[in-house]
């Protein structure tokens, strides 16, 4: 089973502020990678699949990149809404696995 | 547009039984795989199982193998969750999702709360 790890656990950021986000994979996965939001009380919401593409109606502060073992979610000036849990999730082998998640809070 | 409601969840006991379902509209159901998705409280997110469009293929997390059961009806365009001999590790909310693109999900119910509890 492919293990990701996310990193930082938290993080702790001003409106306006770019975010970085990691996720690290045991194996490699090429750009078998998802990324996801998550608020409190909802569902997760995909944001990124195939490691940098958009999903449907997300916005275009949200970028992925990275391939192989070392992704990255960046957003480049966080909104209000942007402030949840974001979870990575690969897609190149099974069973399909989640990384634990880095929360993004607001300083 | 694409909704998943999900259905079924509560209180039961462990060693006990449930089914969840999952109501499907939208898109054409018969063309997609399917797939359930838990998150224990506080926790982070455990794919559990996924269907194939024709019920051909399904796939089981090593946690739920031999306990849990999934099904579809595309006549109803629902999937299904069997869960049977439930332990208080499998407490959390479920999730159904379709799947997309070779493994990822694109679209997510709201999620029903299962507790597994004496």
């Known amino acids: 089973e492919i293990v990701l790890t996310q990193s930082p656990g938290t993080l702790s950021l001003s409106p306006g502020e770019r975010a970085t986000l990691s996720c690290r994979a045991s194996?490699?996965?090429?750009?078998?990678l998802a990324w996801y939001q998550q608020k409190p009380g909802q569902a997760p919401r995909l944001l990124i699949y195939g490691a940098s593409s958009r999903a449907t109606g997300i916005p275009d502060r949200f970028s992925g990149s990275g391939s192989g073992t070392d992704f990255t979610l960046t957003i480049s000036r966080l909104e209000p809404e942007d402030f949840a849990v974001y979870y990575c999730q690969q897609y190149g082998s099974s069973p399909r696995t989640f990384g634990q998640g880095t929360k993004v809070e607001i300083k | 547009q694409v909704q998943l409601v999900e259905s079924g969840g509560g209180l039961v006991k462990p060693g006990g039984s449930l089914r969840l379902s999952c109501a499907a509209s939208g898109f054409t159901f018969s063309d997609y795989y399917m797939t359930w998705i838990r998150q224990a409280p506080g926790r982070g997110l455990e794919w559990v199982s996924y269907i194939s469009g024709s019920s051909s293929s399904t796939n089981y997390a090593d946690s739920v193998k031999g306990r849990f059961t999934i099904s579809r009806d595309n006549a109803k365009n629902s999937v299904y969750l069997q869960m049977n001999s439930l332990r208080a590790e499998d407490t959390a909310v479920y999730y159904c999702a379709r799947w997309a693109g070779g493994g990822y999900f694109a679209y997510w119910g709201q999620g029903t709360l299962v507790t597994v509890s004496s």
């Open positions: 194996q490699s996965l090429s750009t078998s």
